[in-house]
């Protein structure tokens, strides 16, 4: 691709235009010389005409047109022109002047001059002809007066008036192209520090650029790069966190597992290998609900804008995932109701991490529920929101702990064994990737726990 220079296109798109006005006025003005040089030249010719016209008079009957010096040397210049004159009677007859000479082509009428175009010995003259009234009872009429002038003195006038605008002109364009240049610099100072600081900076360097620094134009893109490098910090960051998240809670219990595993290849006794072998298979089990959990934290914290949404019926899907923990529910003989207002509560979302969120949600509810308690599911919709609500008659979280227990690995002093610390953190991640809240409260009656969750209703 060829390298394009913005300040030069700016400088072109500045000039051409200017170019264009300038060649405009330049021919414009080269139509006012002319027509300047033409007023002036023919104000000259009337003023010799009307100089040698008011000298006519009769003497004993014959007309006369003594050519008085004044009609003459109005026209003295540095370019000396031919001048030429004629005057004839009202019958016609030639009293001064040639006779073969700037004959106009019509007679004046009413003593308005008439300018013409004629020539002399190959010359071209500019001529203006007028009439005279003779009062005379032997010659009355109108005499005529013609008096015409070479073209040197009046293209050299013309001339320099066009050369003198045309020279202007040029400064004008070259003058405005220098404050072009100087204020094209000024003017994208801001970018080409911007450019400065693209082409310098570390690869590895993501700190935003000033976007107040640039122009309102520029500020957006300065914006979007700013919040492509704020994306790619908070992805390298969850990269990070994952993965130190993952080493640190499998390292426990894979070296629980390496020393099952010894144990169990010391032992002789069968009884005792499969004691070893069935502890051997709840630790792989609660390794596996570890690695799934931290998949699902990985993957909703890579944020809304990168996942891959669709219309979930939320009532439905909610009701799936309940299905699938009723064997736990049974198995801790815990009552798990779910109560649902009404059907085709739609959400826009990932249909995975919105079932995780409920199988989470209701699993950290079973979990920290004892024997013969209750966990209650229900759905509703207010005015923009679809609402989960899950209660449980545990033990609840005190006040102090609230915000805490959305902490990874956090376990409040009311947890038991069981569990991960991720449950609430990967809903919380999940809710925030939804723009959604979540919000825990005392159950009413106490004791227990009441956790609402609260998603954009989606309208089809």
Do not use: C
């Not at 050299?156 to 202007?168: E, F, H, I, N, P």
């Not at 107040?212 to 919040?227: I, K």
């Not at 010894?262 to 069968?270: T, Y």
């Not at 609430?424 to 009441?450: C, F, K, T």
């Amino acid at each position: 691709m060829a390298n394009r220079s913005l300040q030069r296109e700016l400088l072109g798109w500045l000039v051409v235009p200017l170019t264009a006005v300038v060649s405009f006025n330049v021919w414009t003005t080269y139509k006012n010389a002319a027509e300047t040089a033409n007023l002036i030249t023919d104000r000259t010719l009337l003023a010799s005409a009307r100089v040698i016209a008011e000298n006519i008079r009769e003497n004993d009957g014959v007309l006369e047109a003594p050519i008085l010096p004044a009609a003459l040397e109005m026209f003295a210049s540095d370019q000396p022109d031919r001048v030429v004159y004629r005057v004839t009677t009202p019958r016609g007859q030639v009293i001064a002047g040639y006779p073969d000479v700037i004959a106009p082509p019509g007679q004046p009428v009413d003593l308005k001059p008439v300018y013409f175009e004629t020539t002399f010995r190959d010359q071209p003259v500019h001529a203006v002809a007028i009439a005279q009234p003779i009062v005379s009872k032997q010659n009355p009429g109108n005499a005529t007066v013609a008096v015409g002038q070479t073209l040197r003195a009046h293209d050299k006038l013309m001339t320099s008036l066009w050369l003198k605008a045309l020279r202007d002109q040029v400064l004008l364009v070259a003058a405005a192209g220098l404050l072009g240049v100087f204020g094209l610099r000024r003017g994208l100072a801001p970018i080409l520090r911007l450019r400065n600081d693209v082409m310098e900076r570390d690869p590895a360097e993501l700190k935003p650029f000033a976007a107040d620094t640039v122009q309102s134009e520029l500020r957006p893109l300065v914006e979007a790069l700013n919040e492509a490098f704020d994306r790619i910090q908070r992805q390298m960051a969850t990269q990070r966190r994952f993965v130190a998240n993952a080493a640190h809670q499998l390292r426990t219990p894979l070296a629980l597992l390496k020393t099952q595993i010894s144990v169990g290849l010391r032992e002789r006794d069968i009884g005792t290998k499969d004691e070893v072998l069935a502890a051997v298979d709840m630790s792989v089990d609660g390794m596996a609900h570890l690695s799934n959990q931290l998949l699902s934290l990985a993957r909703a914290e890579q944020g809304s804008a990168s996942l891959m949404k669709s219309e979930v019926d939320f009532g439905a899907m909610a009701r799936d995932a309940l299905e699938g923990l009723a064997q736990a529910a049974l198995a801790r003989n815990i009552d798990l109701g779910f109560e649902s207002g009404e059907d085709g509560l739609a959400v826009w979302g990932h249909p995975t991490l919105l079932r995780e969120l409920v199988v989470n949600l209701v699993d950290n509810a079973l979990r920290y529920t004892p024997q013969g308690g209750s966990v209650t599911v229900g759905i509703g919709h207010e005015v923009g929101w679809v609402v989960l609500q899950v209660e449980d008659t545990g033990p609840g979280i005190p006040d102090g702990d609230r915000e805490k227990v959305f902490e990874r690995f956090f376990r409040g002093s009311e947890a038991g064994s069981e569990g991960t610390g991720l449950g609430l953190a990967i809903v919380r991640e999940i809710v925030s990737s939804h723009d959604g809240h979540i919000a825990l409260a005392n159950r009413r009656p106490q004791p227990g726990l009441s956790a609402q969750v609260r998603l954009p209703a989606h309208q089809a």
